[in-house]
């Protein structure tokens, strides 16, 4: 994603106060063990340097135990991380080196985004300009292979498995995401209505042809429509939203979860942004509003994917 570029970390502190748990791969923590032997602290490192009890998730061995406020225990009061002043950012664990960085393992290379709970993002992702996918040589950032989120390689499903086109799908719901001349909720509508066409192809080997057709009669519908978008010279609500939904749908879900689930998990942001457009009247600007619920939505999203499970949030998955 372009905005990747142009991300500078502000320093406000609030990645490393967030409501969730900094874990780490047993390399990450011997190396802190080593660090806080050295320094004479090993007193300190039993305390925050928690091993996981139980059935581990891969590259989760440790985790750093919070502040009784709630913070991470290497926060200072400048918001800067203790524990990188003294070590070097390099001596991090995964999480805290990537974020907010969002890095994909996939089969047409790594890619590459950002995380739309990072306030200095959001900021980023505030402009009239659409998001682009652009493709480069070199990477922005160095991405060791055990600090990508998630991996993606459509030629291992079969033939007739939607998801074996799942690139070119991808491009697709992006294009109608960022279809400017009608409105949100027609956009969220045109990619349901596709999906269920999707869905509904015969299993044979007409599957590739009838899917082309579905995405070409898409594009021929919305090429033959009068309407006029007037320019606007700075970001509404509803370029903010188009852009967080694009960047949402970069980040793979319908490839992770299949298309439904994907096109649900979706609707069900919309409608959790829409509810707040017309509520929550402790903001005092729309724009605040919507960059705090799609911050809010982000975290649930990418940090804490357990919310996944509960209906309160994301009713049918």
Known sequence: M???????????????????????????????????LKNGKEEEFSKIFIPIAGKQKLGEYAYIRKKSKGGCWFLEENHLCRLQEEAGHSHLDTVCQTFPRYPMNTSRGRELTLSFSCPAVVKL???????????????????????????VYPEQRFSYHPLRYYFELEHHFIDLLQYRMITIDERIQRLKETIEKILHLPQDDTFSQKLNEIIYANYDS?????????????????????NFFMNFVFKKPFYLYG?????????????????????????????????????NLEFQYSHNRSVLLNPVFFPNL
């Open 2 to 36: 372009d905005i990747i570029n142009e991300f500078s970390c502000e320093m406000c502190g609030q990645c490393c106060q967030n409501d969730w748990q900094v874990t780490m791969d047993e390399e990450s923590y011997n190396r802190n063990y080593q660090l806080f």
């Open 125 to 151: 992702a505030s402009r009239v300009r659409p998001l682009e996918i652009i493709r480069s040589l070199k990477e922005p950032i160095i991405v060791h292979a055990n600090q990508e989120v998630v991996h």
């Open 222 to 242: 919305l090429d033959q429509k009068d309407d006029v978008m007037e320019p606007v010279n700075y970001c509404t609500p509803d370029i903010l939203i188009e």
């Open 259 to 295: 298309l439904q689930s994907g096109m649900q998990l979706l609707d069900s942001m919309w409608k959790q942004i829409k509810n707040t457009r017309t509520s929550d009247p402790t903001i005092s600007t729309e724009m605040e509003r919507i960059s705090t619920v799609i911050m």
